[in-house]
T-cell receptor
Framework: DTAVSQTPKYLVTQMGNDKSIKCEQN?????MYWYKQDSKKFLKIMFS???????INETVPNRFSPKSPDKAHLNLHINSLELGDSAVYFC?????????????FGPGTRLTVT | DAKTTQPTSMDCAEGRAANLPCNHS???????VYWYRQIHSQGPQYIIH???NNETNEMASLIITEDRKSSTLILPHATLRDTAVYYC??????????????FGTGTLLAVQP
């Protein structure tokens, strides 16, 4: 069974559209994250939720809105997509938000905005 | 979180030990050293972490110098599947604030047949 799964794996869309990426973890973890890896391969954290509560919000445009309907799911909705949003988006989870718990990453969603 | 410095790339022969260095000269007393790797087109994968003592698990060993200003990740018998970018990350561990990973540029390890 996949621990952290994301859908879709690939997403190609046009500028100005609105799209969502879904993430689910079956590890029973309390904390989930979204990371963005750009074309230069830099990985940066975007958001983190702990027990459905937003705890990390790095300087991300407000076109990006995460939503956590329950502990096992963290979705990412992006409005008015721009060319610069093209990247691979990784979801991750950890047992808790504090401490040294390792993070488990999903396979990524490659978003291409044309 | 303290800054880390890693070589951009390294080669290793298959079956030999791969030793990946990391410099973290500004590390604080309560900061841990973490290692993750990212195999091409996959999500990052946790490998190991440590504070002061050397650590070993089924994937690798972590050697931390006595002054804690540098560390080495050792893959004892590298295989082609170990070809990946390896990230050394320093952050506060237990009792720390939020569990936020800050990735640098990492070391691209190429295992050669």
């Amino acid at each position: 069974d996949t621990a952290v799964s994301q859908t879709p794996k690939y997403l190609v869309t046009q500028m100005g559209n609105d799209k969502s990426i879904k993430c689910e973890q079956n590890l029973g973890h309390d904390t989930m994250y979204w990371y963005k890896q750009d074309s230069k391969k830099f990985l940066k954290i975007m958001f983190s939720y702990n027990n459905k509560e937003l705890i990390i919000n790095e300087t991300v445009p407000n076109r990006f809105s995460p939503k956590s309907p329950d502990k096992a799911h963290l979705n990412l909705h992006i409005n008015s997509l721009e060319l610069g949003d093209s990247a691979v988006y990784f979801c991750a989870s950890s047992q808790d938000s504090a401490g040294s718990y390792e993070q488990y990453f999903g396979p990524g969603t490659r978003l291409t905005v044309t | 979180d303290a800054k880390t410095t890693q070589p951009t790339s390294m080669d290793c022969a298959e079956g030999r030990a791969a030793n990946l260095p990391c410099n973290h000269s500004t590390i604080s007393g309560n900061e841990y050293v973490y290692w993750y790797r990212q195999i091409h087109s996959q999500g990052p994968q946790y490998i190991i972490h440590g504070l002061k003592n050397n650590e070993t698990n089924e994937m690798a060993s972590l050697i931390i110098t006595e002054d804690r200003k540098s560390s080495t990740l050792i893959l004892p018998h590298a295989t082609l599947r170990d070809t990946a970018v390896y990230y050394c990350i320093v952050r506060v561990g237990m009792g720390g604030a939020t569990n936020k990973l800050i990735f640098g540029t990492g070391t691209l390890l190429a295992v050669q047949p």
